[in-house]
């Protein structure tokens, strides 16, 4: 009878940490399709708006913004107060956002939606963070490669649905709906079916820290992207580099003050730490580069002398196998770091991550070179990304799993700012002459140099960070950073 009861109450375990991992990577899966839901839509919301790159360019960059700042928010208070309410929060926030953005009628209401949309960003490193509180120990690995995996394929599926329903409606509208949908089903998974049963230490939000880390990646961010047009020595731009180390200071001042500080910074700069986030940094950079320049590569017009003059959806298939791929290797990613560890799996995900990106540099006159880049980019993307979040949580005690999953994300959020506002910085820069607002062909190629370089020093770093420091390659164990 004992044994019965014994198995009985293992199988409803299995069965609750199944539903639990189904709910957090449906929710996981919707943040990251909001991502790139829109990048498909930017050459037509140009037209629609008669806005310039850098202008439409918000769109995307505004949610990542958001996202960057809403992220060790929200983490921090769900290891404060319980990281299921702070997902459902997360949730509700996304449900609003994509109503806003299918209500818009200007380009700036359309902003403001996906800066709420982007504080859905949180939803992964909640998730993570979940997980190692409640799964058994066994099961932690490989339920963090999963609900890591969906920041990737739930990206590719968002250029994907796009594309099918931009061939068959000129509106931007719909997609925005279908986002708001989904968005209430994963809520309503996550309230039914996942269990917060982790360490609460209690607190106060630190509001100021936010303000301060939002006002300077603002600034950062405005001064990359606006450099071409106000010319990078004038003082609008020196300025906001100014004001974005003078905010820095400030805002690492009153990190260092604060009794529960937004972000811990020896989570963030820390000896076990920094060697993961600045790969993070890099792998963020260089993913969502290569996300904001296909789209507007494939829909350019042949007679312009490049592209490959494809539609909306076409930039959703060409995406397709990198969906695959990305899938199936992120499940592989688990028993490839429990074999080798966490930071030499991160390592081999980002050479296959700057393999396709050099792919493109080389060689994309065709539509072939697409579906390779995007076949490859899946590989090492599927697997950098299931390591990268074990290697977030893997060396800090459990009360701070959540905080420090968020800052991992953080950083790697902020690097797909970034990115959004350089390759937007290249691309206007050159443009060909009489066609006012067209990239040159080598603008493109450039950025594509950029991406590779990005995830090449991803590598390098987690190599270093695999020889210095011990993966920890069965489980996760929690231990104190110095």
Not at 34 to 60: G, N
Not at 123 to 152: C, Q, W, Y
Not at 201 to 227: N, Q, T, Y
Request: proline residues 3%.
């Amino acid at each position: 009878m004992v044994d019965v009861a014994v198995s009985s109450r293992e199988s409803g375990e299995q069965t609750h940490t199944g539903l639990t991992l189904l709910a957090l990577a449906t929710a996981g899966m919707v943040a990251s399709v909001q991502q790139t839901l829109v990048l498909p839509l930017l050459p037509a919301l140009m037209r629609h708006f008669d806005a310039s790159v850098s202008a439409v360019t918000w769109v995307f960059t505004a949610s990542l913004l958001a996202g960057a700042v809403a992220t060790p928010l929200l983490s921090r208070l769900g290891d404060m107060y319980g990281k299921k309410n702070l997902i459902i929060i997360a949730m509700g926030l996304l449900v609003v956002g994509s109503t806003i953005c299918a209500l818009s009628n200007s380009l700036g209401v359309l902003i403001v939606g996906r800066a709420l949309q982007g504080t859905s960003s949180a939803l992964i490193p909640l998730a993570i963070g979940m997980i190692r509180d409640t799964f058994p120990r066994e099961k932690v690995t490989s339920g963090i490669g999963i609900v890591s995996a969906t920041m990737g394929v739930g990206g590719s599926i968002g250029m994907i649905v796009t594309g099918l329903i931009a061939d068959h409606t000129s509106s931007y509208r719909p997609e925005f709906w279908i986002a708001t949908g989904a968005a209430g089903v994963g809520l309503v998974l996550v309230a039914l079916s996942a269990r917060d049963v982790g360490v609460r230490v209690g607190g106060r939000p630190d509001i100021p820290g936010a303000v301060f880390l939002a006002g300077l990646l603002v600034c950062l961010l405005l001064a990359i992207s606006e450099g071409n047009d106000w010319g990078w020595s004038s003082a609008g731009v020196l300025g906001l580099f100014g004001a974005t180390v003078v905010l820095a200071a400030v805002w690492v001042v009153i990190e260092l003050r604060v009794d529960q500080p937004l972000v811990r910074l020896n989570l963030l700069v820390g000896r076990q730490s920094l060697s993961a986030n600045a790969a993070s940094l890099l792998l963020g950079f260089a993913m969502f580069a290569a996300f904001t320049l296909i789209s507007n590569f494939v829909q350019t017009p042949k007679a312009i002398g490049y592209g490959l003059g494809g539609s909306v959806l076409d930039v959703g298939l060409y995406m397709l196998p990198s969906t695959f791929t990305m899938f199936v290797c992120s499940a592989l990613s688990g028993r490839i770091a429990g074999r080798i560890g966490a930071a030499y799996t991160l390592a081999i995900g980002s050479v296959g991550a700057g393999l396709s990106y050099l792919w493109l540099a080389v060689s994309h006159g065709h539509g072939f070179d697409m579906l390779g880049f995007s076949a490859v980019q899946g590989i090492g993307v599927g697997v950098a990304y299931a390591a990268l979040g074990t290697l977030a949580v893997q060396h800090v005690p459990m009360d701070q799993s959540g905080i420090a999953s968020g800052i991992n994300s953080l950083v790697r959020t902020a690097g797909g700012s970034v990115s959004g506002a350089v390759t937007a910085a290249v691309l206007t820069g050159q443009t060909i002459p009489g066609t006012p607002g067209v990239p040159t062909e080598h603008a493109y190629v450039v950025c594509f140099v950029i991406a590779t370089i990005g995830a090449v020093l991803a590598a390098v770093v987690a190599v270093v960070h695999g020889v210095r420091h011990k993966s920890v390659p069965h489980g996760v164990e929690a231990l104190e950073i110095s």
